[in-house]
């Protein structure tokens, strides 16, 4: 098993629909959580980061954190073109130090 | 956020020669500096970590003796690429992080094409 695991994609999605973007890991002892997206042949970029269960909320974008069931996941309401992009989600592990790991990311596609 | 500068964007070098990247944090000291590497299509690969003053660890399959990693101040770490061959052509990625449990935050990566 894979320590994060995403869905390669993939995803599309019309303009204006809600982009569903999950992530599973398997470190329970994982603390922090991040979601960052990279542009084909750019490096990444942080959007969002989680360290508590629930909702998190900064724009059109929402991470959700369910340390129970071990994912987190991130909305994107009101997708756009310019969504079109590799979605990373990176786990910070217990007893990692600040290295993070990466799952290998969802491809998102937002169609005109 | 804060900022990582990496040096150069993009390179190209002839087999065999060797190729430094820099990696720099412009409005942080970084306690510990990330190198990957992204082959097309592909997700990141980590290939080392270096904290300031000490010698680099590397993941498995990583070769040291190759990827020569340097970190001697906080704010700027180097990835030394040596005889470099072809397939050493990739998109290099750094990121640093201050504290931790913290996010880490990329330099602009750095496209290494070896003819």
């Known amino acids: 098993q894979k320590e994060v695991e995403q869905n390669s994609g993939p995803l599309s999605v019309p303009e204006g629909a809600i982009a569903s973007l999950n992530c599973t890991y398997s470190?329970?002892?994982?603390?922090?959580f991040f979601w960052y997206r990279q542009y084909s042949g750019k490096s990444p970029e942080l959007i969002m980061s989680?360290?508590?269960?629930g909702d998190k909320e900064d724009g059109r974008f929402t991470a959700q954190l369910n340390k129970a069931s071990q994912y987190v996941s991130l909305l994107i309401r009101d997708s756009q073109p310019s969504d079109s992009a590799t979605y990373l989600c990176a786990v910070l592990r217990n007893n990692a130090g600040n290295m993070l790991t990466f799952g290998g990311g969802t491809r998102l596609m937002v169609k005109p | 956020g804060a900022v990582v500068s990496q040096h150069p964007s993009w390179v190209i070098c002839k087999s065999g020669t060797s190729v430094k990247i820099e990696c720099r944090s412009l409005?942080?000291?970084?306690?510990?500096m990330f190198w990957y590497r992204q082959f097309p299509k592909q997700s990141l690969m980590l290939m080392a970590t270096s904290n300031e003053g000490s010698k680099a660890t590397y993941e498995q399959g990583v070769e040291k003796d190759k990827f020569l990693i340097n970190h001697a101040s906080l704010t700027l770490s180097t990835l030394t690429v040596t005889s470099a061959h072809p397939e050493d052509s990739s998109f290099y990625i750094c990121?640093?992080?201050?504290?931790?449990?913290?996010?880490?935050?990329f330099g602009q990566g750095t496209r290494l094409t070896v003819v």
């Open positions: 989680i360290y508590s269960n």
């Open positions: 470190d329970r002892g994982s603390q922090s």
């Open positions: 990121s640093a992080s201050w504290l931790w449990d913290t996010e880490a935050f």
């Open positions: 409005d942080f000291q970084a306690t510990t």
